[in-house]
């Protein structure tokens, strides 16, 4: 009997039949939603970032370094020593304030679906995940993301690992003939199969307090066979695209209003207005997909615990 109830469990959470769970789930409780994710967004867009913006600027000013890049690494560790260890250390500051960011989305969001969603309980689920952080955790989380640099924009896109970017020059040089097309090809397909086994591994630290090898293991036993790389590949791939399509939407949309209003008397307004608009529209459509995501992650992370309790509510009395 519970083999039966396990089995059809699995076939109603299709990509498309969880898509469709999670956009109704959005729509019913959108607002505690946008307030995770929004106000995370601006938090670190207008406070967070111009902050270790202005430390950075400072340590450079008080050291005498001129500018950092990779020809001049070793002139910064013979002359500027100090001025590298502070800097050094408001990349770790914010490596920790990306992982904090989805501490706080990740338990946000299960605190809504468990109905048990409150700053109070918010605050105090982040604060017991941010105490079992450890640096290895966090260096996990450094490579994991230079991992998905590739195609992660559109799965897990936040503010501050928007910055990061491929070099043009890489790209062109992978370009030129076929052997160099078909080796990046390779690259990216070990890539997305060593994402997709380890995808599980950061909800897992954050949710159930695992530690970083343990995670790893989870995430490898939990992801482990054909059908289910392809399923989880399907529904990210499915949110990717429903995220491209969207925001072609409303740019294009956006774009038409303008060009009627160019005609009228309105246009320096109405371009203002429009820009603002696609701005707030943006950040709703990623909420809503980090939302699908995130929610589909944690239902992944936590499913055997979800079912053993499902099991056990409905088998009879003895």
Not at 11 to 27: E, N, Q, T, V
Not at 158 to 179: A, D, G
Request: net charge positive.
């Amino acid at each position: 009997m519970v083999r039966k109830k396990n089995k059809k469990k699995k076939s109603g959470h299709r990509p498309f039949a969880l898509i469709f769970k999670y956009l109704r789930d959005f729509s019913k409780f959108w607002f505690e939603y946008l307030s995770i994710f929004i106000g995370a967004t601006i938090t670190i867009t207008f406070i967070i970032v111009p902050f270790l913006e202005s430390i950075s600027e400072l340590i450079m000013r008080a050291t005498g370094i001129p500018y950092i890049s990779y020809n001049n690494l070793g002139n910064l560790f013979q002359n500027h020593f100090i001025g590298l260890v502070g800097l050094l250390a408001v990349l770790f500051l914010l490596i920790f304030l990306v992982y904090f960011q989805f501490i706080v989305q990740f338990q946000g969001i299960r605190l809504i679906q468990a109905r048990t969603f409150s700053l109070k309980n918010l605050f105090k689920e982040s604060i017991v995940s941010v105490k079992r952080v450890r640096v290895q955790q966090l260096g996990f989380f450094v490579f994991y993301f230079l991992l998905i640099i590739p195609f992660g924009r559109y799965v897990f896109s936040t503010p501050l690992l928007s910055k990061i970017k491929i070099p043009v020059f890489t790209l062109e040089f992978f370009l030129k003939s076929w052997q160099n097309m078909l080796f990046l090809l390779l690259f990216y397909a070990i890539t997305l199969w060593l994402s997709t086994r380890l995808i599980l591994t950061l909800p897992l630290m954050i949710l159930k307090g695992q530690s970083l090898k343990v995670a790893v293991k989870d995430s490898l036993r939990r992801t482990k066979g054909i059908k289910k790389f392809f399923r989880i590949s399907v529904y990210f791939g499915l949110v990717g695209l429903f995220s491209i399509i969207m925001q072609g939407l409303l740019c294009f949309g956006g774009y038409s209003l303008q060009e009627y209003l160019d005609k009228t008397s309105f246009a320096l307004v109405g371009a203002v207005t429009i820009l603002d608009l696609i701005w707030i529209g943006s950040l709703i459509i990623s909420t809503l997909s980090l939302v699908m995501l995130f929610s589909y992650l944690i239902r992944e992370a936590d499913l055997e615990a979800f079912e053993n309790y499902e099991v056990e509510k409905k088998s009879p009395k003895r």
